[in-house]
């Protein structure tokens, strides 16, 4: 009997270590499931920080591209009520016989919108 308490008595201390042993790995793994959770959380956190800002300075890019487009839209108006204006002067100037000047060209001087008389000089005969 005494044979039989002591293999009893190795199996029950052998079971206790065994126990131990997997209470400590428990304890370890759930110390770094916690230490990963922080970390996520973490991340979650700077992330989330993160896209505010990128959302707010997308806010502020969009509100700058609507006033640009505002600013384009006013200056087209702009320019097409001055193109209506030229247009109404130069009808004028043509009802009065007078040929308008309607830009510069590449040498800085006006050129007129009707094609110039042609050159005397280079006529053939």
């Known amino acids: 009997m005494d044979s039989h308490l ?3 008595s190795g199996e029950f ?3 206790q270590t065994e126990i131990l042993r997997l209470q400590l790995e428990l ?3 759930e110390d770094r499931y916690v230490a990963d959770m922080d ?7 700077r992330v989330q920080a993160e896209l505010t800002q990128v959302q707010g300075e997308l806010t502020r890019v969009q509100e700058a591209l609507t006033q640009s487009q505002r600013d384009l839209d006013s200056r087209d108006a702009a320019l097409t ?3 209506e204006t030229i247009r109404r002067l130069e009808d004028q100037l043509h009802g009065m ?3 308008p000047v309607t830009g510069a060209g590449s040498s800085g001087l006006g050129q007129t ?3 110039p008389p042609p050159d005397p000089v280079s006529r053939v005969n």
Not at 39 to 45: D, I, M, P, S, V
């Open 6 to 8: 002591f293999q009893s």
């Open 13 to 15: 201390e052998r079971l």
């Open 27 to 29: 304890s370890v793994s």
């Open 39 to 45: 970390r996520a959380q973490e991340e979650t956190a």
């Open 81 to 83: 009520a001055h193109v």
């Open 97 to 99: 016989g007078i040929t």
């Open 113 to 115: 919108s009707s094609s």
